[in-house]
């Protein structure tokens, strides 16, 4: 059983930028892919950006490609999103989930389902 907790959010001003973390307890996170996906009010979870186990292989939605970058640490167990020129749209809880197939690829890491691990999630709020 692993266990997430993000951190990092906060409110911000429109252009800066934020840093999450995504820190790992128990089971093998190594093994993992890695994503995280947010929820703005009275909307579904949306895709935000995945890794994969050994950090070779990353997946961004087409909105954050260019402005959040993702990385992890295995020997830490943490997962780290960087976002720049934050925008009002991106308020929303992030979250981090780990999924523990062997299974990896594009279409696979954008779906919540295929997430077997999420942790609580950390408000990001962008003001204008």
């Known amino acids: 059983q692993v266990q997430l907790v993000e951190s990092g959010g906060g409110l911000v001003q429109t252009g800066d930028s934020l840093l999450l973390s995504c820190a790992a307890s128990?089971?093998?996170?190594?093994?993992?892919?890695v994503g995280w996906f947010r929820q703005a009010p009275g909307k579904e979870h949306e895709f935000v950006a995945a890794?994969?186990?050994?950090?070779?292989?990353?997946y961004y939605a087409d909105s954050m490609k260019g402005r959040f970058t993702i990385s992890r640490d295995n020997a830490k167990s943490t997962v780290c999103l960087q976002m720049s020129s934050l925008k009002p749209e991106d308020t929303a809880v992030y979250y981090c989930?780990?999924?523990?197939?062997?299974?990896?690829?594009?279409?696979?890491?954008?779906?919540?389902?295929?997430?077997?691990?999420w942790g609580q999630g950390t408000q990001v709020t962008v003001s204008s």
């Open positions: 890794i994969t186990w050994s950090g070779g292989i990353t």
């Open positions: 989930a780990a999924d523990r197939s062997p299974s990896y690829g594009s279409v696979r890491s954008r779906r919540k389902d295929n997430y077997d691990y």
């Open positions: 128990g089971g093998t996170f190594s093994r993992y892919t």
